[in-house]
């Protein structure tokens, strides 16, 4: 059968595509292919699944609900979804708040009613995230926690899609799950998370913006750790032992890190000092975050074990590959040849 993978471009979406084709399984990918980051580098993600056997990618907004629902309908065989495509960013959603109404709530309306009629549907595996737990004093964070203090829009958007789902699940027996990610990183990640913007910049001599004069720290995630928690719970459809088959996990590596900390590795690892430019928090943003994993580990058989020790350097050993970075010079700069394909 065939597994629905929508933000296939994206950077988790295109891990789990990969996961799911190195096991054998059909992929039908989704997404809209925004420009809210570098759209080269989701191209670059597609054109590596689109050289696999079993992967079909369609090009398609998900709050353009008529078109979705068309395109699905001559895909056979669909029997599981893995929902991953969203307006992600949570300083962002302050600039362009009708972005995440339509791509977080209109687009998962899209998935569940799809999912709704969809014969024969196995599971729906949606994407959560951290920010979920808002203004929350306690740690670790815990699913059971309140999470009626969202303190910015992606955050509120994202608790409105399990709230969605859970009353999906509800009335119409959809099996769903909703996993609530950490600060996901590593190769192919994307250009708007702190530790891309912060190699580039170290690299190309500019500062890097530092928030909270950099008493922060993060529960970061390496992504060849999050995949299996994501297959875990795609092949693990929940019961209906709580009133409706929907139940919600963290996915993070239960282990924060300071972020002076990322970046003092980020700058053995380039050979490069940075230049900080310590700023006052944001709105919007969290001093901390800290996963309570004991449910997805005891469930799933989720075991993060990649430290940020491992995973920055392996993470820069990737930009330095894509990028094309010129070691001599101490610089790194974009391919110009776009015939020239980034390396793996």
């Not at 809210?36 to 580098?41: I, N």
């Not at 999912?115 to 959560?128: D, E, I, Q, T, W």
């Not at 094309?324 to 390396?343: E, F, H, I």
């Amino acid at each position: 059968m065939t597994v629905l993978v929508t933000g296939a471009a994206g950077f988790i979406g295109y891990h789990v595509s990969a996961f799911l084709l190195e096991r054998g399984e059909t992929v039908v990918g989704l997404d809209a292919v925004t420009d809210y980051y570098d759209v080269g580098l989701k191209e670059a993600r597609v054109g590596r699944l689109e050289r696999r056997d079993r992967f079909t990618m369609l090009r398609l907004d998900l709050a353009d609900r008529d078109a979705v629902f068309a395109a699905l309908a001559g895909v056979g065989g669909i029997d599981r979804v893995v929902h991953l495509a969203a307006q992600a960013g949570v300083r962002h959603s302050r600039d362009r708040p009708f972005a995440y109404v339509d791509a977080n709530l209109v687009g998962h309306m899209t998935v569940l009613e799809y999912c709704r009629h969809l014969p024969g549907l196995k599971h729906l595996v949606y994407a959560s995230s951290s920010s979920v737990y808002g203004a929350n004093a306690k740690l670790p964070f815990a699913v059971e926690d309140r999470t009626d203090t969202p303190i910015s829009l992606y955050a509120a958007t994202k608790r409105a899609n399990e709230h969605m789902s859970y009353c999906y699940s509800h009335l119409y027996g959809i099996p769903q799950t909703g996993l609530r990610f950490f600060t996901v990183y590593g190769p192919w990640g994307r250009p708007d998370m702190a530790l891309f913007k912060f190699t580039a910049a170290i690299l190309d001599g500019r500062p890097i913006e530092v928030f909270n004069d950099g008493d922060m720290k993060r529960d970061f995630t390496y992504v060849d750790d999050v995949v299996p928690g994501v297959v875990a719970a795609l092949d693990s459809p929940p019961d209906n032992a709580n009133g409706a088959p929907h139940r919600l996990y963290n996915i993070g590596n239960n282990r924060p890190e300071p972020l002076m900390r990322l970046i003092a590795i980020l700058e053995d690892n380039l050979g490069t000092k940075a230049k900080i430019d310590f700023r006052p928090m944001q709105p919007g943003d969290v001093k901390e975050t800290y996963a309570d994993i004991s449910a997805s580990r005891r469930d799933l058989g989720f075991a993060p074990a990649t430290p940020i020790d491992i995973g920055v350097p392996r993470f820069v050993d990737w930009f330095r590959g894509y990028h094309g970075v010129d070691t001599r010079a101490g610089r790194w700069r974009a391919r110009q040849d776009s015939n020239l394909r980034p390396r793996d």
